[in-house]
């Protein structure tokens, strides 16, 4: 576990060099977070499941990569 945001938690994959975020829907089967809900509170209790240093295990559902090519045109 790396850093808590509102929105969820960013982990470390090994073999990555960029973290992976999990929503906050997805941090544990007793969290339910709302919208309406304080960014504090979401980070607190995101927190209280998953601290920043801990391990945890997770799994790469989907790794989309899109390549853009920009053609450039004379102005």
Known sequence: MQSVRPFGVFV???GFRRHGMVHSSQVAD???LTREDED???VKAMDFYAP???EVITCVALLLIVLV???SAPC
Do not use: N, T, W
């Open 69 to 71: 090519q920009i053609e």
């Open 12 to 14: 470390a994959l090994s």
């Open 40 to 42: 504090d509170m979401k």
């Open 30 to 32: 007793e969290l339910s």
């Open 52 to 54: 920043p240093g801990s």
